[in-house]
């Protein structure tokens, strides 16, 4: 039977445990399975050390995949791993961007029977990655507010099926009653597309489509075209934040007259002070960062 390492979260709780050995039932199916558990440091890149040519199933959210993904392209292996993911998170947005089953077990079934391609990586210019999406303004204040909601809330449900989902809603409906809006300076490709004179809401670089637990805030983003997708909303106003916030929720928002969709292949922003959410771990104040697409960086399981 061929080798298989997943990787899940020491800090499962019952329910979780309880989803994980339903899928580790599939999984032995047609793998040998050598489960580890991480949490403290240093002990993701001790399970990577003895990985060799194992492919690695993630099993955990957005964050536990970064983590992985971000530890693989720092030890200069990513390009020759195969990855997988059983949707474990919360806000499970990558999996989503990806169709993948949030049901662990149907997860499972593609981990066994699903096809290998080769997906994107977004890199900034310290070398963290991002697998999913950075964005920055309003929906990086949401995510900030959110995470502390998300933790608060997180032990009131069962399982993933809790409270800790409505983390980043509420922090978004928290940023609109303020003036979030920053001046920046958006370049795509080296083509200024937008600068310091209009204010924006939020900017938002997509590899993935989704954040926030299912808001397709880049809903065009394909992981794997060689390109992110880049969203600059300009709805400063009280109105207009209402109108695009409607908008947003049906993915529609990109279409509006105050946004600017693009695509490419590097991304610099600078200007005035702004906080960045990248996969969910919020850094800043910032004065200027910038991002690049590296194509078809590793190998990842998805539906046939």
Avoid: C
């Avoid at 899928?23 to 047609?30: C, T, V």
């Amino acid at each position: 039977m061929d080798p298989l390492l997943v990787i899940s979260n020491a800090d499962a709780g019952t329910a979780d445990v309880e989803a994980l050995e339903a899928a580790l039932k599939i999984l032995r199916g047609s793998y040998s399975v050598d489960v580890q558990a991480t949490g403290k440091p240093g002990e993701l890149d001790s399970v990577l050390q003895r990985a060799a040519s194992r492919r690695i199933v993630v099993a955990g959210g957005d964050g536990s995949l970064h983590e992985v993904v971000s530890a693989l392209h720092r030890r200069r292996e990513l390009d020759t791993a195969v990855l997988g993911l059983l949707p474990m998170g919360t806000g499970n947005d990558f999996a989503r961007s990806l169709d993948l089953p949030l049901d662990t077990a149907e997860a499972a079934r593609v981990v066994v029977s699903g096809k290998v391609r080769r997906l994107d990586l977004v890199v900034d210019e310290l070398g963290d990655v991002v697998v999913n999406n950075v964005h920055v303004g309003a929906g990086a204040e949401a995510s900030k507010r959110g995470a502390g909601i998300k933790e608060r809330l997180g032990a009131i449900g069962v399982g993933r099926f809790n409270l800790g989902q409505l983390g980043y809603p509420i922090g978004a409906v928290l940023s609109a009653f303020d003036d979030p809006s920053v001046h920046l300076h958006v370049e795509v490709d080296r083509e200024v597309v937008t600068d310091v004179d209009d204010p924006v809401l939020m900017v938002s670089i997509g590899n993935g489509a989704d954040i926030g637990g299912g808001t397709s805030v880049t809903p065009e983003a394909d992981p794997a075209d060689g390109k992110v997708d880049v969203m600059i909303s300009h709805a400063v106003g009280p109105l207009a934040k209402v109108g695009y916030a409607l908008h947003l929720r049906h993915g529609e928002h990109h279409r509006r007259g105050d946004v600017q969709y693009l695509r490419g292949s590097e991304v610099t922003i600078s200007g005035g002070e702004f906080w960045i959410s990248a996969d969910g771990e919020i850094t800043g104040p910032e004065r200027q960062r910038s991002w690049h697409v590296e194509p078809a960086a590793y190998s990842f399981i998805l539906p046939r």
